[in-house]
C-alpha cells in the first residue's frame, strides 16, 4: 500500500521561502513520477509541480503560476520528493498535497487532480502579508 507522508508546512512571512517533504513507501520510488498539488481555500485542488522518474532524467514540470519561484526535486536514496517554495506569495496560502501514480501515458499531460492515484494527507502553509 503505498503512503506518502508530507511534512515542511508552517507559516511564513511574503517574501520568505519554506521546504516541503513528502517521504514515499509502499512503492519503487526510483522509477514512479512524483507531484504535488495543492488546494487554497474555496477553490479546488490545483497542480503544482511533478517531476520524472530518476532514469529518464527527472524532467520537470511547474505551474505557471509557480514557475521560476518553486522548485521539486528528488532524492531516491531516500524515497523522498522536495518542493522548494521561495518568494512566497499570500496566494501560496493552501494545503499542498503530495502525489505519485500518474494515469496518464505521459507525465507531461498529468496535470489535474483526476490524473494522479495516490495522494499524501497534505500540509499546510500559510503565507502572511
Known amino acids: 500500500q503505498v503512503q506518502l507522508v508530507e511534512s515542511g508546512g508552517g507559516l511564513v512571512q511574503a517574501g520568505g521561502s519554506l521546504r516541503l517533504s513528502c517521504e514515499a513507501s509502499?512503492?519503487?520510488?526510483?522509477?514512479?513520477?512524483m507531484g504535488w498539488f495543492r488546494r487554497s481555500p474555496g477553490k479546488e485542488r490545483e497542480f503544482v509541480a511533478t517531476?520524472?522518474?530518476?532514469?529518464?532524467?527527472?524532467?520537470?514540470y511547474y505551474s505557471d503560476s509557480v514557475r521560476g519561484r518553486f522548485i521539486i526535486s528528488r532524492d531516491n536514496a531516500k524515497n523522498t520528493v522536495y518542493l522548494q517554495m521561495n518568494s512566497l506569495k499570500p496566494e501560496d496560502t493552501a494545503v499542498y498535497y503530495c502525489v505519485t501514480h500518474c494515469v496518464r501515458s505521459f507525465l507531461s499531460r498529468c496535470s489535474k487532480e483526476g490524473d494522479f492515484a495516490s495522494w499524501g494527507q497534505g500540509t499546510q502553509v500559510t503565507v502572511s502579508s
Open positions: 509502499g512503492l519503487t520510488f526510483s522509477s514512479s513520477a
Open positions: 517531476i520524472s522518474w530518476s532514469n529518464s532524467g527527472g524532467t520537470t
